[in-house]
């Protein structure tokens, strides 16, 4: 037995002790929302415990990113801020609540049970999205609880809709125009259910659900996405060609129906590595077109969608996140060898894409009438938002009344329009007169039918120039300008947003204009109609005024020299007035203007 005074020895501690995920993370470098994730569990942060305190509008700046995977930002109204600040006020704090709703389909019940939650919580108004859901604006903290349990009481809901997961996926827009619709939108279901996060945290904190009670193991709470879920967000599409109105190319990952000679889908192609966000004046960051990957069978795709993005997952970089998403991943490792991961992933190889071919990507106005008879009709809702103006359409009273006497769905687009579907013939003609009574379908022309513009000021935090607030009143002096030179019937894209992250993807239409500072925006031409490439830096740093001024002479010479079906982007390419952008890195390679209009 040791004598008590003999000195006992110990061992060195280990240098390589356990540490936590979060001190790991750190160590490693990883980006600031890293550690949120991994500190939050599973989503919940002090979200619970924020709402509660009722002195501030706001959440902590930590529970500010995790809200967004439960599909809701913190904003305040900009229009008021300095204001505000100057009389030693809270910023005038609210929050934008983004629903998740695949392929963009709404029963009357439900737009119904939107319309009162937009009117009782939100200002009166649903904003469509370029993304082919509804977004509120202006919903208070004490009244966030009641608007989710109302949007729950709807049976859809607002989980995944932002944040670093697999967002709303979008789809041809029509399920009943054709079979291949009704695949496409059945995919893109599929595909939205498989790849929902499981946390019970949204139930939990929005509905006072129970905790499901279980271990912390992160393969049974969440088996796909784990502790810190995806490096950045994730967005899906499902196309069904000619129409590329989801504009495949502007997303992560996408699926093209591939016909047969009866229109029925043999499979899908897979498109990877698109997006459009950049940073002004950064080179490391760009808009890209996405690769046609390849082809898969049916039976397949969804195997490969979670393939594609479990590879981004573990591929994506977590230590800078504005070179996170898959289109830099793609950038770095090179497509091959995306693909050669992919396919051991899915355990087979994957066959080589099929011929397709767009037209374009925008809506189809007017009536259609859908293979089984049924008829559909596409409005024109100016930047997706539904209200009613003063002296203009009375957008959310018509869609109501439409709503309660309506016996199909209502279906939401891509490019922020409504279209009412599936009306049986001896409906029509009630519709229709609702849709005259309450104004929704006054002419409107033919660009600003292929217009949008993102949501920018008051609301987004990111804003630097206005967008939906100014895209009107410059598309009446643009009208005005391309009647003079009989181009009024031209069907040309323009889009505006207020910043470079590309919202309504201005990088991919003919016209693009991105806010730079107040009143001033980038003008970006020679995209193509189709949205399958980039336009290219013309104009830099431009005042609101001297937008017409440069289009002007273009649309002159377009009215000139166009040859027969030539679309405006393809002609300020092949007459020289700017270069072809390749894609991603290669769009900052040199400006536009190589030619001025005469
Ligand atoms: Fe977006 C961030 C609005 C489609 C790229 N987007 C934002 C935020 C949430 C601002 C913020 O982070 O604080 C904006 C909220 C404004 C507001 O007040 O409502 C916002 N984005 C929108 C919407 C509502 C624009 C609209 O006018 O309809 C669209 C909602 C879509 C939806 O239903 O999910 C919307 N955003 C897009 C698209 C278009 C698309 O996906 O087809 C893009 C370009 C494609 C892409 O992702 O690359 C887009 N939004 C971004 C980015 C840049 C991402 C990047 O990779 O760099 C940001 C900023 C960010 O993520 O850091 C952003
Ligand atoms: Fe806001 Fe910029 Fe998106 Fe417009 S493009 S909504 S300004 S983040």
Known sequence: MADKTTPRTYETPPTDRPISEAEAARAAGLAANEH????????????????????????????????KFHGMYLQDDRDIRAERTKKKLEKAYSFMIRLRIAGGVVTPKQWLALDDIATTYAGGALRATTRQTFQYH???????KRTMAAIDATLLDTIAACGDVNRNVMAATNPAQTGAHKAAYQLAKDISDS????TSAWREIWLDGERVVGGEDAAEIEPIYGRTYLPRKFKTVVAVPPSNEVDIFAHDLGFIAILDEKSQVTGWNVTVGGGMGMTHGETDTFPRTADVMCFVAPEDALKVAEAVMTVQRDWGNRKVRKNARLKYTIERYGLAAFRAEVETRVG????????????????????????????HLTLYVASGRIKDYENGPQLLTGLRRIAEIHEGDFRLTGNQNVIIANVPAAKRAEIEALVDQYGM???ASALRRNSMACVALPTCGLALAESERYLPSLMDELEASLASHGLQDDEITIRMTGCPNGCARPFIAEIGLVGRGPERYHLYLGAAFDGSRLGKLYAEDVSASEIKTLLDPLFAAYARNKQAGERFGDYLI????????????????STGALKSAA
């Open 36 to 67: 949120i994730k991994i500190a939050s569990g599973y989503l919940r942060g002090t979200l619970a415990d924020g709402l509660l305190k009722h002195a501030t509008g706001a959440i902590s700046e930590d529970d500010g990113q995790l809200v």
């Open 138 to 144: 202006g919903v208070i903290k004490s009244n966030l």
């Open 195 to 198: 790849l929902l996060p499981k």
């Open 348 to 375: 087979k190889p994957l066959a080589d894409p099929k011929p397709f071919a767009f037209t374009g990507n925008g809506d189809r106005y007017g009536w259609t009438e859908g293979d089984d008879g049924r008829h």
């Open 441 to 443: 379908m006054k002419g």
């Open 574 to 589: 092949r007459d020289g007035y700017v270069t072809r952008t390749i894609n991603g890195p290669d769009f900052h390679e």
